[in-house]
T-cell receptor, first 115, second 113 residues
């Protein structure tokens, strides 16, 4: 089954304790992204990657890091989480075929609470 | 920068009736894609319908249809014969390619039985 998986689904942590949210896709997609969802703001892009070892900032990258060492994986790293990073996080992946855009496939979301 | 605006934070409709959710966007590009996503309480993001800007014909998916007005930069979603399972948060989104989706603020839709 084609899917994007994220782990963990729920996480409660404390300020300053480094954490990683994993994201993996099994569709051989080139493009992967991280979004955060906050009430009244919709989803906003944090980082994206166009291929292995190619990453770039989205609209809200402060306080986050990413890496893309393998095509299928795109972890999100919070090296020193703060309460303003409490949010719902989504990983997404997609491809372009023949110049046409394909839909984004979203993971199930990770609810993060930073105390 | 591209922006997407959903001016209705909440909407409600009686079961079996029709409801329209509004979305406007701002872009200087001529080639792009627009989407409506549904997010039920499970939080999963589900693609409802998509529209390519170069297509003049409005997209339709069963009970869901859009009114795409390119000159006005408007992209509304019409849900016909509303069902209880349609209750969710709905997001309008814009993209020029695979790198990024720009989302609106969302509209929470309630279906009254």
């Amino acid at each position: 089954e084609a899917q994007v998986t994220q782990n963990p689904r729920y996480l409660i942590t404390v300020t300053g304790k480094k954490l990683t949210v994993t994201c993996s896709q099994n569709m051989n997609h080139e493009y992967m992204s991280w979004y955060r969802q906050d009430p009244g703001l919709g989803l906003r892009q944090i980082y994206y990657s166009m291929n292995v070892e190619v990453t770039d900032k989205g609209d809200v990258p402060e306080g986050y890091k990413v890496s893309r060492k393998e095509k299928r994986n795109f972890p999100l790293i919070l090296e020193s989480p703060s309460p303003n990073q409490t949010s719902l996080y989504f990983c997404a992946s997609t491809n372009r075929v023949g110049g046409l855009y394909n839909e984004q496939f979203f993971g199930p979301g990770t609810r993060l609470t930073v105390l | 920068a591209q922006t997407v605006t959903q001016s209705q934070p909440e909407m409600s409709v009686q079961e079996a009736e029709t409801v329209t959710l509004s979305c406007t966007y701002d872009t200087s590009e001529s080639d792009y894609y627009l989407f409506w996503y549904k997010q039920p309480p499970s939080r999963q993001m589900i693609l409802v319908i998509r529209q390519e800007a170069y297509k003049q014909q409005n997209a339709t998916e069963n009970r869901f249809s859009v009114n795409f007005q390119k000159a006005a930069k408007s992209f509304s979603l019409k849900i016909s014969d509303s069902q209880l399972g349609d209750a969710a948060m709905y997001f309008c989104a814009y993209t020029e390619g695979a790198q990024k989706l720009v989302f609106g603020q969302g509209t929470r839709l309630t279906i009254n039985p």
